[in-house]
């Protein structure tokens, strides 16, 4: 069984700063990518941000700058480190990891169950 486990959401006044966790536990053999998913009441689900095992990132052109995405390999553990907050960051924000759980398994997509970003103005 496969867990993600996110944490440090909250509310937090425009400007301000937060840094999201999401550690993977459970069988797991290997990590190909992390990813950041937000979804902010009645819109879809965006991804905000995507590290690879090789450490390469990619944003989304609305958190570029503000936000930055970096994992801890050993700990299999993704951070989103969150500055210059804004209102319209307000949303859910979710972890997903795509991962094998055997050598020579297809991979898979696995999701945290969110945690609530609330910025105010």
């Known amino acids: 069984q496969v867990q993600l486990v996110e944490s440090g959401g909250g509310l937090v006044q425009a400007g301000g700063s937060l840094r999201l966790s999401c550690a993977v536990s459970?069988?797991?053999?290997?990590?190909?990518?992390m990813e950041w998913y937000r979804q902010a009441p009645g819109k879809q689900r965006e991804l905000v941000a995507r590290?690879?095992?090789?450490?390469?990132?990619n944003y989304a052109d609305s958190v570029k700058g503000r936000f930055t995405i970096s994992r801890d390999g050993a700990k299999n553990t993704v951070y989103l480190q969150m500055n210059s907050l804004k209102p319209e960051d307000t949303a859910v924000y979710y972890c997903?990891?795509?991962?094998?759980?055997?050598?020579?398994?297809?991979?898979?997509?696995?999701w945290g169950q969110g945690t609530q970003v609330t910025v105010s103005s």
């Open positions: 997903r990891t795509e991962a094998r759980t055997h050598s020579t398994g297809p991979v898979f997509q696995f």
């Open positions: 459970g069988s797991i053999f290997s990590i190909n990518a």
């Open positions: 590290i690879t095992s090789e450490g390469m990132t």
